[in-house]
């Protein structure tokens, strides 16, 4: 199984930006489908972005032209950069990793970090 660590995480104004990271261990990075996830107090894990091995992207509608996600398969790094930050976006976002194909369910998932925190303020 892959081994993922995020970090990035931390305390912002609304209308600033943070950068998250997931670092994956080297033998199990390749050819692997990353995604973030985020879930906030009293809700529902939610989809956030995903990107395939080829680099292909996907995102969810609330997180479009804001975040941008992206990979570097040879420093075995996915990474996340969120910009225009609203206080909606306050959740722990954890990454994780599945073999080959993007999937928005979080079950689908095989490999999970332990999660960081982002916080939004007004």
């Known amino acids: 199984q892959v081994q993922l660590v995020e970090s990035g995480g931390g305390l912002v104004q609304a209308g600033g930006s943070l950068r998250l990271a997931c670092a994956a261990s080297?033998?199990?990075?390749?050819?692997?489908?990353m995604g973030w996830f985020r879930q906030a107090p009293g809700k529902e894990r939610e989809f956030v972005a995903a990107?395939?091995?080829?680099?292909?992207?996907y995102y969810a509608d609330s997180v479009k032209g804001r975040f941008t996600i992206s990979r570097d398969n040879a420093k075995n790094t996915v990474y996340l950069q969120m910009n225009s930050l609203k206080p909606e976006d306050t959740a722990v976002y954890s990454c994780?990793?599945?073999?080959?194909?993007?999937?928005?369910?979080?079950?689908?998932?095989?490999?999970w970090g332990q999660g960081t925190q982002v916080t939004v303020s007004e």
């Open positions: 994780a990793a599945r073999r080959f194909s993007v999937s928005y369910d979080y079950t689908q998932y095989t490999s």
């Open positions: 080297e033998r199990t990075f390749e050819n692997y489908a």
């Open positions: 990107i395939t091995w080829t680099k292909s992207t």
